[in-house]
T-cell receptor, first 114, second 112 residues
Framework: GESVGLHLPTLSVQEGDNSIINCAYSNSASDYFIWYKQESGKGPQFIIDIRSNMDKRQGQRVTVLLNKTVKHLSLQIAATQPGDSAVYFCAENIGSGNTGKLIFGQGTTLQVKP | NAGVTQTPKFRILKIGQSMTLQCAQDMNHNYMYWYRQDPGMGLKLIYYSVGAGITDKGEVPNGYNVSRSTTEDFPLRLELAAPSQTSVYFC???????????FGEGSRLTVL
């Protein structure tokens, strides 16, 4: 069955360092992926997305990389700040295009040390 | 512009009781979703709707019902609450312009 998983439950980084959060997915037919940030007591917040016809997409301080060969994607956060502390989820879209029907991974908790 | 609003924020139910979680959005989005999040886990899709009058099952629909009589509202009903339904429930709507999902703040439900 479909599953989306993150490699590490917790990642601790020093403020100012770069963070890399990894995710593996199992459905090779998936064509749309999204990263979400969830702060304590709040709903997930969209960070960045990528379609399967791309292997890299950049946003403000964030970059998503997609490797379809090994079914892996990663989220890179540059110059990590205390406000980046949260749980990060990768999500895989069910169906073709952006249906909004998502399978979420279990999440990685990012802890930023001052 | 309030976005996606969920009520109640917290609720404790006894086994076998029924209740409705309310969700409203003021962004005129056609697509709306209900997800649940168990402790330490990612979200799982319960039901979704592509527009008023249209609903469909997601990954974990058993024990729930939905309706979509208006574009703005998408209530989720639990008919016979069970301890397995203890979770945080998130409602979301999708922008047709950007494709981005906007989530509410969540409703934390405990069934005892």
């Amino acid at each position: 069955g479909e599953s989306v998983g993150l490699h590490l439950p917790t990642l601790s980084v020093q403020e100012g360092d770069n963070s890399i959060i990894n995710c593996a997915y199992s459905n090779s037919a998936s064509d749309y992926f999204i990263w979400y940030k969830q702060e304590s007591g709040k709903g997930p917040q969209f960070i960045i997305d990528i379609r399967s016809n791309m292997d890299k997409r950049q946003g403000q301080r964030v970059t998503v990389l997609l490797n379809k060969t090994v079914k892996h994607l990663s989220l890179q956060i540059a110059a990590t700040q205390p406000g980046d502390s949260a749980v990060y989820f990768c999500a895989e879209n069910i169906g073709s295009g952006n249906t909004g029907k998502l399978i979420f991974g279990q999440g990685t908790t990012l802890q930023v040390k001052p | 512009n309030a976005g996606v609003t969920q009520t109640p924020k917290f609720r404790i139910l006894k086994i076998g009781q029924s209740m409705t979680l309310q969700c409203a959005q003021d962004m005129n989005h056609n697509y709306m979703y209900w997800y649940r999040q168990d402790p330490g886990m990612g979200l799982k899709l319960i039901y979704y709707s592509v527009g008023a009058g249209i609903t469909d099952k997601g990954e974990v629909p058993n024990g729930y019902n939905v309706s979509r009589s208006t574009t703005e509202d998408f209530p989720l009903r639990l008919e016979l609450a069970a301890p397995s339904q203890t979770s945080v429930y998130f409602c979301a709507s999708k922008s047709s312009n950007t494709g981005e999902l906007f989530f509410g703040e969540g409703s934390r439900l405990t069934v005892l």
